[in-house]
């Protein structure tokens, strides 16, 4: 399990961009028949990538997590981003297809990740935070989350929103997540910016070119710091940034949230001119 320390408030604006990766980006996630787990700070998340081929992979826990197994004291989001595969947990077993979000609830022993065709494996993306009360483990097909429609092809943000887990669809500690994808011809991601001080966010993009970027926007309205990221990497936004972001095609991402409270509309929006 690798660890990323971030910078605070007042460091970040004199980091150098490979200071500020250090601090807020994954590594690439997804390697053939590996797990790759990542421990950032910020609220305590763990973020990890896991791509079964021709054997099952196993949840493993960490010496630095000082836990007998993985979910003890944590809940745990699962989207597959890849092909088709499995989850099973606790001897129960769920299918996921595509863009399909998985639930793992606190106490949770064994959980195993396993792809249908190693040919065409599944990427399972697990986003992970403590948990003080044990739920129900959820599996949220796609067709099954909530689905919003926002923006407009005039300000390049035409986007569907689908939140997976969240409040009347999983019963969560305080994970929320879901998947936004954009339409083809829009770029920005969320529009206008905004932070919620009391929760933190994680996103991680994909479905794009290899050859393509997404410009994350990070820090305070008047000290913004832009990182290029390509795709199926991970960035930690502590409360006090804002996050944003406008890539050079459409894609896809997925947000994950962590914190005080678990209300969609608790943001404090930022103008675009605002920014600096």
């Given at each position: ?194 932070t919620h001080f009391r929760r933190t966010e994680i996103y991680m993009y994909f479905d794009l070119p290899e050859e393509e970027r997404v410009f994350h926007l990070m820090g305070e309205p008047a000290e913004i710091r832009p990182l290029s990221l390509p795709r199926e990497v991970a960035i930690a936004s ?39």
């Open positions: 399990m690798d660890f990323m320390f971030s910078a605070d408030i007042r460091s970040y604006k004199n980091m150098r961009n490979d200071e500020l990766r250090e601090a807020f980006v994954t590594s690439p996630l997804f390697e053939k028949g590996k797990i790759n787990l990542t421990y950032t700070d910020v609220d305590r998340g763990v973020v990890g990538g896991i791509m079964p081929t021709s054997a099952p992979i196993k949840l493993p826990t960490h010496k630095e997590l000082a836990a007998d197994y993985f979910c003890q004291r944590r809940e745990a989001g699962v989207i597959n981003i890849g092909g088709s595969g499995s989850i099973e947990v606790d001897g129960e077993s769920f299918p996921m297809s595509n863009k399909d979000s998985l639930y793992i609830a606190k106490e949770s022993k064994d959980v195993t990740f396993s792809s249908d065709d190693e040919q065409n494996p599944a990427k399972f993306y697990l986003v992970s935070y403590p948990a003080h009360r044990v739920t129900k483990t959820v599996h949220v097909p796609k067709s099954q989350a909530q689905t919003i429609d926002m923006g407009s092809q005039e300000t390049s943000n035409k986007r569907t929103i689908f939140q997976s887990i969240r409040p009347g669809i999983v019963d969560s500690c305080q994970l929320v997540m879901g998947i936004t994808e954009l339409k083809p011809g829009s770029v920005w991601n969320t529009k206008p910016p905004h502590p409360m006090w940034s804002i996050h944003s972001g406008v890539g050079t095609t459409n894609y896809t991402f997925v947000w994950a949230m962590g914190g005080e409270n678990q209300e969609f509309d608790d943001m404090d929006h930022i103008q675009v001119s605002d920014l600096s």
